[in-house]
């Protein structure tokens, strides 16, 4: 599983960040590991220097193979949330994507 780490202008994309991102992504996503070919992370500043709550987004989109991308969002007052959030939100679709397919098999 590949992941990408992208971040806007807002925030400095440091190798630091980086890590800690795919670190935490790759624990949270290792259930899915061997169904995953990519995942895709974009970080951003809503308000930039300006500040104020709940202004860091992160938008994590995962490429189950053989599958439609599924992607989610989460805004909240630091990135190590809105990371926290957005891969939440993502897991829970990927276990519905992946339940709905092991029910059609009937295992």
Known sequence: MLFQVNTD????????????????????FSRYSDRLTRVEV?????????????????????????LAPVAASHEAATVEQAVGGAAAKVISALERTFGKLTSRKGH
């Open 9 to 28: 202008s807002s925030i400095e994309g440091h190798e630091s960040l980086t890590d800690h991102v795919e670190t935490t992504l790759r624990e949270r």
């Open 42 to 66: 974009h970080l951003g500043d809503l308000n930039g220097d300006r500040g104020g709550a709940n202004d860091k987004r992160c938008m994590i989109e995962a490429r189950p193979t053989g």
